[in-house]
């Protein structure tokens, strides 16, 4: 059960390495997404924010990591 459990936490690996990061975009998508689900705001002001959203996310993610050692 335990080389199950590693082969799983690698695979995962793979895809996500930085798990805030990772968190952080789901949880911007699902926020847009409920907008979008609530028609708040025009499409293009909910498309602006989907994209400065993930953006700032990147920016503060890579500035994050530059700090650590």
Known sequence: MSALRKASAELF???VEDRAFALAIALWIAICGALAYLHAGSTQTRSLALFVGLA????????RAARIP
């Open 56 to 63: 700032v996310i990147l920016i503060a993610t890579v500035v």
């Open 13 to 15: 690996g793979l895809f």
